[in-house]
């Protein structure tokens, strides 16, 4: 009988000290600790060396403390599996919030995409038909003051001219003699 119950108080002690290095909470930790020295001092009552009163019904009774206490201590199987470790938990969300990201970046440069066709489009459409209602009547050619090149009034170019830096001419004579030179891509020379 005193041998059985040695090897269970030693059963007992060494899984406190494996639970004790595999958990992280501090409380839980305290209890292992308190369940080792449960089992020491039930082991010494055991033995009979330190308390020579107590008898071995308080050595057993201590291992079934100290045996109360692990059970409270073990997490359970089921609890391990559902509850994610931290890391894991930030890893998961830096990886959702990282491939949001690119959904909404690559959602924005296709929809920056379609606003820029569309406002070609749009620009091209409406272009020939806005110049003539707004530049005045004897407006033939319209010049860069910047770059002195002078554009057709439908020409494309004539979009990216800033209103302040806009020369309005009426015929090329005009502006040759202003120093501007025909843009290459309209043909200006031609609408005299």
């Known amino acids: 009988m ?8 030693l ?3 060494i899984s406190g000290l494996l639970v004790g290095f595999s958990i992280k909470n501090m409380a839980d930790l305290l209890l292992v600790v308190m369940c080792i020295c449960l089992f020491l001092l039930g082991l010494m009552m055991w033995r009979k060396r330190t308390f020579g009163a107590l008898t071995k019904t ?3 009774i201590m291992a079934i403390a100290s045996v109360l206490l692990f059970s409270a201590v073990l997490p359970d199987a089921n609890e391990l599996d559902s509850k994610p470790h931290k890391e894991t938990a930030v890893k998961d969300k830096l990886t959702k ?3 949001k990201e690119e959904t909404i970046e690559f959602e924005t ?3 920056v995409e379609k606003i820029e066709e569309t406002e070609l489009t749009e620009s091209e459409e409406t272009f020939a038909d806005e110049i003539p209602q707004t530049l005045p009547e004897m407006v033939v050619l319209v010049g860069n003051a910047n770059s002195h090149v002078y554009h057709a009034p439908d020409c494309e170019g004539v979009i990216n001219i800033k209103e302040k830096n806009r020369v309005y001419l009426s015929s090329v004579e005009e502006a040759e003699k202003l120093g501007m030179t025909p843009a290459g891509d309209c ?3 031609e609408f005299n």
Do not use: L, N, R
């Open 58 to 60: 308080s050595a057993i």
């Open 2 to 9: 005193k041998t059985i119950g040695f090897i269970i108080m």
């Open 97 to 99: 919030e990282k491939s």
């Open 109 to 111: 440069e296709e929809t």
């Open 187 to 189: 043909q200006p020379a």
């Open 11 to 13: 059963i007992f002690g």
